[in-house]
């Protein structure tokens, strides 16, 4: 059973920074690209950023390009997002998800981040 | 990348189909076939229900089913339940990126 869970969630003050990371079992973790997905309180979903199975490749939404940092470690199992210069508009709950080709097949159970003094 | 375009809200009895639209442009719905759809209950996690525009995981009931003309998508609920009053998101790939709609609530009266 593939099975994500999301963790590093918390208040920040904007500005601020905050890695959030996901550890990911059930599936052959390297042979996968990731992505992060987020959703405000009350709002839709937004996808985030996405890494390849590799890790060579990596990409952006535009809201957070310059500011945010996908990375993951196969050796463990971890996918992490490393985020800079919060601000009010990133507070969300972040899922990570695992791709299969060009969609999201499976999710994790989210992490709270909110930004605010 | 704006985000896709779906109803806010639609509704439907028991028994009956509703369909819920999603547009974009053609950098995204029309430009490639990966369009997929997500349902979400309250406080859970979204679940994909159509993947490649029409392909459905196993699991999911034949009940739904998925579209596409031109710049527009669409997800077709047939045979309404209890259980299908959730929000449902369609996603397009648009190259090294993808872009979600706003969401639809469904409500099953």
């Known amino acids: 059973e593939v099975l994500l869970l999301e963790s590093g969630g918390g208040l920040v003050q904007p500005g601020g920074s905050l890695r959030l990371s996901c550890a990911a079992s059930?599936?052959?973790?390297?042979?996968?690209?990731m992505s992060w997905v987020r959703q405000a309180p009350g709002k839709g979903l937004e996808w985030v950023s996405g890494?390849?199975?590799?890790?060579?490749?990596?990409c952006y939404g535009g809201s957070v390009k310059g500011r945010f940092t996908v990375s993951r470690d196969s050796s463990n199992n971890v996918l992490y997002l490393q985020m800079n210069s919060l601000r009010a508009e990133d507070t969300a709950v972040y899922y990570c998800?695992?791709?299969?080709?060009?969609?999201?097949?499976?999710w994790g159970q989210g992490t709270l981040v909110t930004v605010s003094s | 990348q704006s985000a896709l375009t779906q109803p806010r809200s639609v509704s439907g009895s028991p028994g009956q189909s509703v369909t819920i639209s999603c547009t974009g442009t053609s950098s995204d719905v029309g430009g490639y076939n990966y369009v997929s759809w997500y349902q979400q209950h309250p406080g859970k996690a979204p679940k994909v229900v159509i993947h490649d525009v029409t392909k459905r995981p196993s699991g999911v009931p034949d009940r739904f089913s998925g579209s596409k003309s031109g710049n527009t998508a669409s997800l077709t609920i047939s045979g309404l339940q209890a259980d299908d009053e959730a929000d449902y998101y369609c996603c397009s790939y648009a190259g090294s990126a993808w872009v979600f709609g706003g969401g639809t609530k469904l409500t099953v009266l």
């Open positions: 890494i390849s199975a590799s890790g060579g490749d990596t």
């Open positions: 059930g599936f052959t973790f390297s042979d996968y690209a």
């Open positions: 998800a695992k791709e299969n080709f060009y969609d999201f097949w499976n």
